[in-house]
């Protein structure tokens, strides 16, 4: 596998964008925020393609960026949407582009973080939250690698990761010696 890019996933308010950004210097790699990268597509913020258009409109629209991002072939770290997990066709597409990481936080630091911020539609009740955490935490966990970022610094979360990559680059010239890196 080439591992172009570095695709952070994880639940809501688990950190993946402000920790992108850290590990995208620290790598010299392009940062791309995908949920900001959707507003700039379609000129319309999260919440009113939510209310206006619905949110499997907003999935194929995430689907549709996600790709544009991933054949990209410029190396970048790129903090998904809490929802990304939730289509087989987006796992291929971040699964043969680059590395999956997993940002965990328990449910109370999650709440915490998201609850009474704008912009999040899925986020504005905390029964709902709860319950999709428990559905998507499975999904989560699909992903190479898995960072628990609570009670952590984002500094120090990005440096964990940045521990944990070269690890699974360890284990990729392992497994093919005679591959060029
Ligand atoms: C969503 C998470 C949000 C955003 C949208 C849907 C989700 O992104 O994509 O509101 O389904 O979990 P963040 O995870 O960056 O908050």
Do not use: C
Request: proline share 4%; charged share 30%.
């Amino acid at each position: 596998m080439e591992q172009r890019h570095v695709y952070l996933v994880g639940f809501m308010g688990s950190g993946k964008s402000t920790v992108g950004e850290i590990l995208a210097n620290k790598l010299g790699a392009f940062f791309v925020d995908l949920d900001r990268f959707i507003e700039e597509t379609v000129g319309v913020e999260i919440s009113e393609i939510f209310s206006e258009y619905g949110e499997e409109h907003f999935r194929e629209v995430e689907s549709y960026v996600l790709n544009e991002v991933a054949a990209s072939p410029d190396p970048s770290v790129v903090a998904t949407g809490g929802g990304i997990v939730l289509k087989e066709d987006n796992w291929r597409v971040m699964e043969e582009s680059g590395v999956t990481i997993h940002l965990h936080a328990s449910i109370d630091t999650l709440w915490n973080r998201v609850s009474g911020t704008n912009n999040r539609p899925l986020a504005e009740d905390r029964q709902q939250f709860e319950s999709l955490y428990w559905s998507r935490l499975p999904l989560y966990r699909r992903a190479q690698i898995e960072v628990v970022s609570h009670p952590k610094s984002p500094e120090e979360v990005a440096e964990e990761v940045l521990g944990a990559l070269g690890l699974v680059e360890e284990k990729e010239k392992e497994a093919h010696p005679q591959r060029e890196t």
